[in-house]
């Protein structure tokens, strides 16, 4: 027991304790932070085929971008007004050689030493679909059938955790849809009923519910209100480390014309442009697969076997 923890938070340091004795995830000594091991990739990748086998055939533009957005696209994009205690910016030594000094000397006294580290033009990307929108508004006018994108990237979170469901680092695999309302829509509710089909075949326990995001501040309760009140966001929950607290392993969002307005995204009869995307959380699927099949890949049921390793 951790003083003043929750049973909950017991319960997943206990898990997280237990994938690490098992060498699946490998600590480096800060919460959220890991390295993985071969089997924990080998299961991510298989995963990560298994979405191609179920949405790639709809034809989407593969675009992979690493995991850092573009300075003036990050400030653009309203993420620092909803999500500024999430954000993770890049930041470089531009000193001279007195400054160079000064930092070792502090380095070695154990002193703060990081207030000579200035912003560059990369952030961390938030969420893989980010350098999305600002890429396809430069386009011009979307085509009639709209856009579809595929997109895989490493994220970043400023939310250290004991929980081995909450990295700071993880991969999100997206598709994202650009078009009417009624194409974005239906791109949601196709994904809703996939992702949930796509998940029962490896044999985990799924349930879809409303969701919203952890809009900052006292403004942002009533952001994250609405959000719910217009069904703006689904999860497709699944118990990993804590069964009363089940884990969001899938995201379905649909943002309306938020992206449209802001990058001045539009259809071709020159309406704002609406977007949705559907999101894989990677390393909580891997977390989901040995939480119910166990740490033992090989002996996992058959038929999930086959699925993924066919
Ligand atoms: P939560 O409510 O658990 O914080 P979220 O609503 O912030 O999740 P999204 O912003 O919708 O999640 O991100 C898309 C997907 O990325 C989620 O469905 C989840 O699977 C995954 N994800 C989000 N945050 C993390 C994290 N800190 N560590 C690992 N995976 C994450
Ligand atoms: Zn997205
Ligand atoms: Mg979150």
């Known amino acids: 027991m951790r003083a003043g923890s929750t049973p909950a938070e017991n319960g997943q340091a206990a898990f ?44 989407a533009d593969v675009m992979r971008f690493p995991p850092g957005v573009a300075r003036h696209q990050f400030e653009q994009s309203g993420y620092l007004k909803s999500f500024p205690h999430l954000a993770g910016t890049v930041h470089a030594f531009k000193g001279d050689e007195r400054a160079h000094q000064s930092l070792l000397r502090r380095l070695e006294e154990g002193e703060e030493w990081t207030d000579a580290q200035m912003a560059t033009n990369v952030v961390l990307t938030p969420a893989a679909c980010y350098p999305v929108y600002p890429t396809i508004a430069e386009r011009g006018p ?11 990237s490493y994220c970043f ?13 993880f991969r999100m695999r997206e598709y994202v849809r650009a078009g009417t309302p009624e ?17 029962e ?15 900052f501040g006292r403004a942002g309760r009533m952001l994250a209100a609405s959000q719910r009140d217009q069904g703006l966001k689904f999860e497709l929950l699944i118990p990993i480390a804590s069964a009363e607290q089940p884990t969001a392993c899938l995201s ?30 990677m390393e909580r699927v891997a977390l989901a697969l040995f939480r ?10 058959a038929a999930v076997r086959a699925v993924l390793w066919g």
């Open 157 to 169: 979170r400023h939310e250290p955790s004991l929980d081995p469901a909450r990295m700071q680092l």
């Open 16 to 59: 997280r304790d237990a994938l690490v004795a098992a060498g699946l995830l490998i600590p480096t000594g800060v919460d959220g932070l890991y390295g993985r091991s071969g089997v924990f990739e080998d299961v991510v990748e298989r995963f990560n085929d298994l979405i191609t086998t179920w949405g790639g055939d709809d034809g």
């Open 142 to 152: 979307l085509p009639t059938d709209g856009a579809l994108v595929d997109v895989y």
């Open 252 to 281: 379905f969002n649909y943002h309306q014309d938020h992206f449209g307005l802001l990058w001045d995204l539009r259809t071709p009869d020159g309406a704002v442009a609406h977007t949705a995307c559907v999101g894989f959380g």
């Open 201 to 215: 075949s490896l044999s985990l326990p799924v349930d879809v519910d409303l969701a919203n995001d952890p809009f």
């Open 183 to 199: 194409q974005v829509m239906e791109f949601r509710q196709s994904w809703v009923e996939r992702g949930r089909a796509l998940m």
């Open 292 to 301: 119910h099949h166990g740490f033992d890949v090989k002996a996992w049921p």
